[in-house]
């Protein structure tokens, strides 16, 4: 069982040395700031005060952090988070990230506070720069067969749903290796990645790939 701590300690013992973790430092104010209060908020329920604000070099929020208590779930305050977010978003060029954290838990909003800086420019410029998958031609000089196409198409499509988990299945020789290829340079075409982590089960295999 988690011990009952307050929401002030919590953050003291747990969320932040979580931050300073990710390259979050506390004691820069130009890149965090805490109880930032957000314009235009009502004080009644929430007071209008964010527990986390980070920030992007040219000043704008990037990213909420909204803390409660360990004993807490963090999927509660979702309604509060968002509020936030969207009253930020109208005072800059684009909507901030949000997390809820009660040092346990932590929830990334809209897709833990283990993303640094980096990690969150970069999500922003997927999701500004991004294209439908569907709107990409797939390269017939990595994948020239039917059945190829249409399994990277299927993962598209399920992508495009919400997912973020397909499997595809073929039998030794079809060309795995190559639709998976394909598959790939259709994501990073279409800005919907900008780095693929590829396993391979043995160094042959990686050779073949390129790596």
Not at 29 to 40: F, L, R
Not at 125 to 140: G, M, T
């Amino acid at each position: 069982m988690p011990r009952r701590i307050s929401e002030e300690a919590t953050r003291k013992e747990m969320i932040d040395p979580q931050l300073e973790q990710a390259g979050w430092f506390l004691a820069d104010h130009s890149k965090v700031k805490t109880e930032i209060p957000v314009d235009g908020y009502d004080k009644e329920p929430w007071n209008g005060i964010s527990d986390y604000t980070l920030y992007r070099e040219n000043g704008e929020v990037l990213a909420v952090v909204e803390a409660k208590k360990t004993v807490v779930d963090v999927r509660l305050a979702e309604a509060q988070l968002t509020h936030y977010v969207t009253e930020i978003e109208k005072h800059q060029s684009f909507r901030p990230f949000g997390f809820l954290a009660n040092g346990l838990e932590i929830h990334f909003v809209g897709v833990g506070i283990a993303h640094k800086r980096a990690d969150l420019e970069n999500l922003l410029y997927i999701r500004q720069n991004a294209k439908p998958l569907s709107s990409i031609e797939i390269n017939n000089q990595i994948v020239d067969r039917s059945y190829q196409h249409e399994a990277i198409r299927r993962v598209g499509e399920a992508f495009a749903n919400g997912k973020r988990k397909a499997l595809i299945v073929m039998a030794t020789g079809p060309g795995k290796t190559r639709t998976t290829m394909g598959l790939i340079d259709v994501f990073m075409r279409s800005n919907q990645a900008r780095r693929i982590l590829f396993v391979a089960d043995h160094d042959a295999l990686a050779k073949i790939v390129g790596f």
